[in-house]
């Protein structure tokens, strides 16, 4: 290794600053999302299946809730605009500016060259937990999503429930076309409900064990209209292993809520993003 300079310690010692102050990021009206949520009337609802995945629709203006029905559970959630796949969360732009987990009136962030709300979190029953002694924390923009490729460098198996696998199962089901077609769309998730962080000494992404418990949900409000499919992570809590049929698995519920049209007034989802796309030229 490189000696370290002789004003190494004063390099380190330099303050840092936050890269995205959210100051003036579009922010939520929560005070009228508050009001809607006081008047939703269920529209449907999909039961994901252990180690499988479910897709859902969700109108712009309407509500989804993602619920722990029979166990401990974590989620991989991807979003699309219903309309246009192309445009899909943003999980490293999240990140970006909300931080490695996100909550209740936060929002996940949709992919270049449209860069604007998706959703809005309007709930999250796990908000309470915060930050533990570990730096680990619930609902991480920071995981990808469990996937057969890095299983199979890191084992050398063959594993097909991961939830990148059961993502784009469900998607290719959805739109009706063959898995290799619809993969290319599955992209880096939010992890609900899980638990993690990275460990101080070296940095390392880590998981433990769900402090979801049944009864728990996070509800969202649909920005934009949504094409989502969700995977029952065969991690189950994941408290130990994932990428096998070891964990303890079960379902999770999707559910869909219409607001009363009254109380939405003449809300709007966001445009697309304010940029030029000339690029200087
Ligand atoms: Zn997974």
């Given amino acids: 290794m490189n000696p370290p300079p002789s004003d190494a310690e004063d390099r380190r010692a330099v303050a840092p600053v936050i890269c995205y102050p959210v100051e003036t990021l579009p922010a939520p009206d929560m005070a009228l999302l508050d009001r809607a949520r006081g008047t939703l009337t269920k529209t449907g609802e999909v039961v994901v299946p252990p180690r499988d995945a479910a897709t859902f629709t969700v109108p712009a203006g309407h509500f989804f809730r993602i619920s722990s029905v029979e166990g401990s559970q974590v989620g991989d959630l991807n979003l699309w605009n219903a309309n246009d796949l192309s445009e899909r969360f943003y999980s490293g732009k999240t990140r970006a500016l909300h931080g490695t987990h996100i909550t209740r009136g936060q929002r996940m962030w949709s992919s270049f060259s449209a860069m604007r709300a998706m959703a809005t979190i309007t709930h999250d029953s796990l908000e309470w937990y915060g930050m533990d002694e570990f730096g680990g924390s619930v609902h991480d923009v920071i995981g990808t999503r469990c996937d057969p490729y890095t299983h199979n460098l890191l084992s050398g198996g063959q594993y097909h429930y991961c939830c990148h696998s059961n993502l784009t199962r469900a998607l290719a089901d959805h739109l009706g076309v063959p898995l290799a077609e619809a993969e290319p769309h599955v992209h880096d998730v939010l992890n609900v409900f899980m638990c993690t962080g990275f460990t101080r000494d ?28 969700l995977s029952a992570c065969p991690g189950g809590d994941c408290s130990t292993v994932h990428s096998s049929d070891q964990a303890q698995c079960y379902p999770l519920l999707v559910e869909t809520f219409a607001p009363d049209a009254a109380v939405m007034g ?4 966001p445009p697309l993003n304010g940029y030029d796309r000339s690029h200087g030229v």
Wanted: aromatic share 16%; charged share 20%; no cysteine.
């Fill in 266 to 269: 003449d809300w709007q989802g």
């Fill in 202 to 229: 070296t940095g390392q992404y880590f998981m433990k064990a769900s402090p979801v418990r049944v009864g728990d949900s996070l509800e969202f409000f649909a920005e934009i209209d949504l094409l989502g499919a």
